[in-house]
């Protein structure tokens, strides 16, 4: 049974975490530059799956208008408690926006992967979503999880497996060198492995990964959000067949580290890609 993500996000634990983060990602700081501050200032800005509030800090005093949405009530009790009255926030699922209308917006943000916390069906229907709530020329920015990855079959190995869970229970240094610790770890480990693989209803993930590439997107249990939920991944090509069908032009790539490129090699060594697009209507 699928599990529905905004379960996930509307916790106090997960919001909290999400309410910690202070920092951009590069390539949220290489659009800002690019954008530059004269053009920022002429924007009306919603920041969409705003969850903690992690980018309202930088954006929202550049631009002339900011509100930040989210579906998950949690999330905008954090954004509220943290900005104190400063900026806007408010409920909305990206899949239907009935609290915005048309043109109402000239950028829309939906950072971190959020958009690939939806189906297929789902994720064209947000797509839509915002070119209707953008104005003509407005533009839209989103990182999503890339199928292309090099190193993503490498999440399904034992060695990453033990290698994530030493990590996690690397403080403890006195275990590290105790033979049993490293007995410990690999029997999690495959533990971890097994029920991935389950969880992707699959004994091959090599194998599993390469049909999702032959169809060019598809939904991953890849241990994010604790392996409760799929994550959808997607190709480069397939997410700009998708802006285009959507009603999107003027498509280009950036890596995760901020590099503007339509270098499929160099994006595949990334697992997540930024997407730039804008809204032409008539
Ligand atoms: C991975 S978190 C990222 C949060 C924040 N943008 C950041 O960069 O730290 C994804 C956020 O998107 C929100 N989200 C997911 N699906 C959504 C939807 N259909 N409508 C609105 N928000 C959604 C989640 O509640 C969560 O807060």
Known sequence: MAIDHKNLYDSEQVSMDYGNRDYLEPAEETLITELGPGMLAAMDMLDMGVGGGRTT???????????????????LKVCKKRFAGDFNFIECDARAMEGFNDNSFDFVLFSFNGIDSFS?????????????????????????????????????????S?????????????????????VLRGTKAAY?????????????MKSFIDKLRRNEKGDIYDNSLNGIASIYY????????????????????????????????????????YYLCKVSKP
Do not use: C
Not at 162 to 182: F, T
Not at 234 to 250: A, N, S, Y
């Open 192 to 204: 971890r492995i097994f029920r991935l693989n389950f969880l992707n209803r699959t004994v091959d």
């Open 162 to 182: 033990i290698k994530k869970i030493s990590a996690s229970d690397g403080k403890r240094e006195n275990e590290n060198r105790n033979p049993l610790m490293h």
């Open 234 to 273: 997607v190709t480069p090509k397939e997410q700009k067949r998708q802006l285009k069908e959507t009603g999107f032009i003027d498509i280009f790539t950036y890596s995760r580290s901020g590099i503007k490129t339509d270098n499929d090699e160099l994006l595949s060594q990334g697992g997540w890609v």
């Open 57 to 75: 800090k930088y954006f929202a005093p550049l631009v002339r208008y900011y509100i930040g949405a989210d579906y998950a009530p949690a999330m």
């Open 120 to 160: 297929h069906k789902d994720r064209m229907a947000a797509l839509k979503e915002v070119q209707r709530v953008l104005r003509s020329g407005g533009i839209f920015y989103f990182s999503s999880h890339n199928l292309n990855w090099t190193g993503l079959e490498g999440l399904f190995t034992i060695k990453n």
